[in-house]
């Protein structure tokens, strides 16, 4: 059996219409040109795009609900996802559209520099950077420092667990969780899962070929850093709660659950989904009950984290 056989119905049509393509040069330009349809954006949240200072400036994006705040929000920081090589902040407006008004937090999205052009560790720095500005900034955005987490999926994903190891070391602050929907971990591909043929939505070798653009030279040897892929990170302990979901039709499917059950042995509270017929990128097939559900597990996760 194949893995697209495993994919449930609903999410179908969206594997359709992502046919397998090469991984090349040509690749990246097409996934950079591919556009989603226009979300229209909610009159609820209030939207405005900053430049953290620094070589380079590095864009964020605030979303705040316009209804009045009592005391100071929680905030969740995303960073999108895209392999390492495409995406935008953009991506993350109609998640906040939806998650502001209805949990009452402030969002902050990163555009940060993409790879092959700017590999490892640049990417990882302007994520940093830009969540070290959030924490600076907190009493003018409005933010409770206590209530920050880190959010993202796929290779934003993987950044976001690698932000919280770099907090975690640095020591320069402390996150309240972390959200990390499907993260790509391990550049090793040495589970079953990352190592099937046909995977849907993104393959094994679009796997590969996305941890070549952001490791560079790196790639293939034993010289690659757990802040650049967090499944080889020796010490787990000491880092924020996290929730870890994932398709069970996803190449990442082994090095999210063992992130997951890893976490759990170092002391670290972790929540693990695993969406029986959800293979990459279920989260945007927004019509279909895994998707429904994923939202659903999801937000209230999150509410229970930011409580005051």
Not at 190 to 206: C, F, K, N
Request: charged share 25%; aromatic share 8%.
């Amino acid at each position: 059996m194949k893995p697209v056989d495993l994919v449930h119905p609903q999410l179908r049509p969206m594997v359709d219409s992502v046919p397998p393509r090469a991984v090349s040069e040509e690749f990246v330009a097409a996934v950079r040109a591919s556009t989603r349809p226009p979300v229209e954006l909610s009159d609820r949240v209030e939207r405005s795009d900053h430049l953290v200072p620094g070589d380079p400036e590095v864009p964020v994006r605030v979303h705040v609900p316009k209804d009045d705040p009592v005391g100071l929000r929680p905030c969740m920081y995303s960073i999108h996802g895209g392999g390492y090589f495409a995406g935008s902040y953009e991506g993350y407006d109609g998640l906040y559209d939806r998650l502001c008004p209805r949990l009452g937090l402030v969002g902050v999205s990163v555009e940060y520099r993409l790879a092959p052009e700017t590999s490892y560790p640049g990417p990882l720095e302007d994520c940093y950077r830009a969540l070290l500005w959030t924490f600076e900034h907190a009493d003018e955005l409005g933010v409770d420092r206590a209530r920050i987490g880190v959010h993202g999926g796929s290779a934003g994903g993987g950044l976001a667990a690698a932000v919280a190891l770099l907090a975690r070391d640095r020591g320069e602050l402390e996150l309240a969780f972390q959200v990390l929907e499907s993260p790509m971990l391990d550049d090793r591909q040495a589970t079953r899962s990352s190592q099937l043929d046909g995977l849907p939505i993104w393959t094994r070798e679009a796997n590969a070929f996305g941890w070549r653009c952001y490791l560079g030279s790196r790639y293939g040897t034993g010289d690659v850093p757990y802040t650049a892929a967090p499944a080889r990170a020796a010490d787990l302990s000491g880092l924020p709660p996290a929730l870890v979901t994932v398709g069970a039709v996803d190449g990442f499917l082994d090095e999210d659950v063992d992130y997951a059950l890893r976490l759990n042995h170092a002391g670290v509270p972790a929540e693990l989904h695993v969406y029986p017929g959800a293979c990459h990128g279920y989260q945007l097939a927004g019509d279909s009950e895994i998707s429904r559900q994923h939202n659903r597990d999801t937000e209230d996760w999150i509410a229970r984290q930011t409580r005051d």
